[in-house]
């Protein structure tokens, strides 16, 4: 039975790997015959609001809930769907829903809800500071959003108000982990276990794989914690034989253009459309995922996958859970240029191995990663949610206190 959807997303100023989870979802739930509504907030808006009242409606957004409250008024939903709220949409869309008596699946796409920064990385390095605190101060004093003071004590009053009101265990029916890895960290820290259900992303299969090449490749943000120095550390090391292609834009761009300068081996292609993306990784000899921090997915390397294409990846994160060292790809130490020069040097050296697994990444993604087996865990999540919501709607009507915002119920 088709079920209404209205799915709830706060879009980036830069394209990123969630819109694109979230387009994906939403392109997958369409075509099974759901129907499908999209309430899209744009962080493109937040350049004509003072930093002052982006912060308070970080915490709560009277607009927002007036919006969902709406949406669900005209159209009776059956789930709202939350990707990214942060900051416009707020955890008052949540509160909307759960009023309203819909049930409300949040997915975790990053570490926002733990640490002001969603990344757990500060200064080249895990940091895991703020979740020993309900008010993540340690990230006031480092400036840790976008390095500013003003910008990091919105999203840390976002945080500290929402742990205080209890919003996650009392408001949302079930929460997506992305991986295996992220589901550990949020229970780590006081989610509970039994509202969180692991359905990793997906991506379309390509039809045809692969037939490899010469030529290992990058695909990414340009950025310190995503392991690009160390990767140009490797190529130092590596023979005059081995090539590397880089894709992607970032913060790092200068140096990635001037290592490719001075080392014609590299080969800078800047940012590309994903579909000759995909054609690079596909005639690629290894993806190389060198990132240094606790990444929630990894949704490269489930492209590369796709392509039959083996992973090259720091064993960190969720990206050491993708890739299964020996038969997809190979592990290294994250920021270990040696490491991965070896990791390197081993696949250029045993060719037959490298056809093995070709075999096996391509037979990964047929296992884990199509939209087959997503829309079937999707499917199993949201029955679970309306399942749960029917406790929802009793508690609220029992319970008025669970909103901070009692006059705004339905």
């Given amino acids: 039975m088709p079920l209404k ?38 962080n493109a808006a937040i350049g004509g609001l003072n930093v002052l009242k982006a912060g308070i409606q970080a915490s709560w957004s009277p607009y927002s809930y007036k919006m969902v409250v709406s949406e669900i008024r005209n159209w009776s939903p059956d789930i709202v769907d939350i990707h990214n709220f942060f900051p416009l949409a707020s955890p008052s869309v949540h509160y909307a829903a759960r009023r309203c008596g819909v049930p409300v699946v949040q997915t975790l796409h990053n570490y926002r809800l733990l640490c002001p920064a969603a990344t757990f990385f500060r200064n080249g390095a895990v940091c895991e500071d703020c979740v020993k605190h309900s008010m993540p101060w340690p990230a006031l004093v480092h400036k840790c959003y976008r390095g500013s003071a003003a910008q990091t004590a919105a999203v840390s009053t976002m945080i500290g108000v929402h742990r205080v009101l209890k919003t996650w265990e009392n408001v949302v029916s079930v929460f997506i982990a992305v991986s295996e890895f992220a589901k550990r960290k949020f229970v780590e820290n006081g989610f509970p276990e039994s509202k969180i259900v692991v359905k990793p992303n997906f991506v379309l299969d390509p039809g ?31 023979d005059a034989g081995t090539r590397l292609k880089i894709v992607g834009d970032g913060p790092l761009e200068a140096e990635v253009r001037a290592a490719a300068e001075r080392d014609n081996r590299i080969q800078y292609l800047g940012r590309l459309p994903q579909p000759e993306v995909l054609s690079l990784m596909g005639s690629a000899k290894c993806l190389i995922f060198p990132s240094e921090l606790y990444e929630t997915f990894g949704r490269v390397a489930a492209e590369a996958f796709a392509q039959s294409t083996p992973v090259i990846a720091s064993r960190i994160g969720a990206v050491a859970e993708i890739v299964d060292h020996g038969r997809t790809g190979l592990l290294f130490t994250p920021g270990d240029a040696h490491a991965l020069a070896s990791a390197m040097t081993c696949l250029n050296q045993n060719p037959n191995k490298m056809a093995e697994m070709r075999i096996e990444a391509r037979r990964e993604f047929e296992q884990k990663y ?40 339905c």
Avoid: C, W
């Avoid at 819109?19 to 999209?38: F, I, Y």
């Avoid at 029917?390 to 669970?402: L, M, Y």
């Fill in 370 to 409: 199509t939209m087959e087996r997503n829309y079937s865990l999707m499917m199993a999540v949201y029955q679970r949610a309306l399942s749960e919501g029917v406790k929802g709607r009793t508690n609220d009507r029992s319970s008025p206190s669970t909103s901070p915002h009692p006059r705004h119920a």
């Fill in 208 to 238: 045809l794989a692969g037939v490899g090449g010469q030529d290992f490749i990058f695909v990414g943000r340009l950025a310190v914690d995503k392991g690009v120095r160390t990767l140009i550390k490797a190529m130092e090391i590596m």
């Fill in 5 to 42: 959807i209205l799915s709830v997303h706060n879009k980036y100023k830069f394209r990123g790997g969630e819109d694109e989870a979230r387009e994906s979802d939403s392109r997958m739930l369409a075509s099974k015959g759901h129907n499908l509504r999209e309430l899209v907030f744009d």
